[in-house]
């Protein structure tokens, strides 16, 4: 750095490597790609040689591989991105225009993105907690489409629409004591009998 920078060049260099780590994680992840693609007996060997942490180059290439380029918004950085990676893709290009139009940051997304979800209650005692399910993209696609037309986030559609079926499932199979014929005593007349 040299010895004297005004506060607007310092700002400046400031957001240029900003920039920089930005771009950086996009190119890892497009390195990594690229090396799994064309070098899949060897890539791990390049990624040992590059000396970076395995773990968050897969991270990289993850992110990388769910947004291609054209799809990239360069308004935004790669964390923005890596918020919504694991979206279908129309609902990342949604989330991703939203907060470009407002001037998002990554918390301000993030925070958008639980507040649609309806922020993960805290379990309360004697809550029972269910295991997440593996369900195919066309499927979770569907359900997220349904959800829309209903106005309310997926996981609160899914719990609704369970609940609907089981009631469903439950007052139809269960017949109220009340419908069940009374049983007969053999020393007792049946009813209606002389």
């Not at 400031?14 to 899949?40: E, F, M, N, P």
Request: neutral net charge; hydrophobic residues 40%.
């Amino acid at each position: 750095m040299p010895g004297v920078l005004s506060y607007d060049e310092w700002e400046r260099a400031g957001r240029q490597l900003a920039g920089v780590v930005d771009s950086s994680s996009w190119w890892l992840g497009d390195w990594l790609t690229y090396g799994k693609d064309h070098y899949a007996d060897r890539y791990q060997q390049g990624i040992r040689g590059a000396g970076l942490q395995y773990q968050t180059l897969r991270n990289y290439a993850w992110v990388a591989r769910r947004f291609e380029m054209k799809r990239r918004h360069a308004r935004l950085t790669f964390q923005h991105h890596a918020e919504v990676a694991s979206l279908p893709a129309e609902e990342q290009d949604r989330w991703l225009t939203r907060a470009e139009e407002r001037s998002w940051t990554t918390k301000q997304l993030r925070s958008a993105l639980r507040e649609a979800r309806g922020a993960e209650p805290v379990k309360p005692p004697g809550a029972a907690a269910l295991r997440q399910l593996a369900v195919p993209r066309e499927r979770y696609e569907h359900w997220h489409k349904a959800a829309e037309h209903s106005g309310v986030a997926i996981d609160e559609w899914v719990l609704t629409t369970l609940d609907s079926a089981a009631e469903r499932v439950i007052t139809t199979l269960v017949v109220p004591p009340e419908a069940l014929p009374q049983a007969v005593s053999a020393d007792e007349p049946a009813p209606g009998a002389p």
